[in-house]
């Protein structure tokens, strides 16, 4: 079992900055890949980032490339999100997402608004 708390959500103007946490808590942290996904009112949840467990290969959706960093730090069991050049489309709840094998576990979401 995982428990995934994520923090960091806040609302900025177009074209700020903000860094999400995900913490987790309860396995190893470094066994897990690690996702990040993000959700707006009447859609599906959407992935955006991924980063492996052990070798911290990152993968990106299109069209945060260049503007999100996700990393991760498996000493102090945290996932984070550096997301830069945001914009009005951007608002969302982000979620974390730990995944191993059939495993797949969720945190509660952290809002970000982006205001134009």
């Known amino acids: 079992q995982v428990q995934l708390v994520e923090s960091g959500g806040d609302s900025v103007q177009a074209g700020g900055s903000l860094r999400l946490s995900c913490a987790a808590s309860?396995?190893?942290?470094?066994?897990?890949?690690m996702n990040w996904y993000r959700q707006t009112p009447g859609s599906e949840r959407e992935w955006i980032a991924a980063?492996?467990?052990?070798?911290?290969?990152?993968n990106y959706i299109d069209f945060v490339k260049g503007r999100f960093t996700i990393s991760r730090d498996n000493v102090k069991n945290v996932l984070y999100l550096d997301m830069n050049q945001l914009r009005p489309e951007d608002t969302a709840v982000y979620y974390c997402?730990?995944?191993?094998?059939?495993?797949?576990?969720w945190g509660q979401g952290t809002q970000v608004n982006v205001a134009s």
């Open positions: 980063i492996t467990g052990t070798t911290g290969r990152v």
């Open positions: 309860g396995s190893t942290f470094s066994r897990y890949d």
């Open positions: 997402n730990a995944r191993r094998y059939k495993e797949s576990y």
